[in-house]
């Protein structure tokens, strides 16, 4: 597998992937990312008390009502997403005041 990117910028996202799909995504950002590049990362609040939501397997939800209607999303504690990226060095770890996190990762 070649490296191919300096960047990437990943925006709320992760945390809408079944664990399965997020395990190969991180896999491939390590595979493709150039020595020296960088990741942006972040992940939403917990904010499911918005909409109403079936409970899925592993903490999953899948929105059933509102404006998330069809959209599945995990929230994930900090500690589990140090340790989802923990192949990579965490340059940066911010956690907003409505509970949104950033992070920038270096390989």
Known sequence: ??????LIFCNSVLDHLPKQVLDRTINMFYHK???????FLSFDSDDTDLDSFEELENGLK???????????CKYYKNDEIKELFEDFEISSFNVSKRGRRSLWLMK
């Open 1 to 6: 597998m070649t490296h191919e990117f300096d």
């Open 33 to 39: 990312l150039n020595d020296n590049g960088v990741v």
């Open 62 to 72: 899948l929105f059933t009502e509102g404006s998330n209607k069809g959209l599945i």
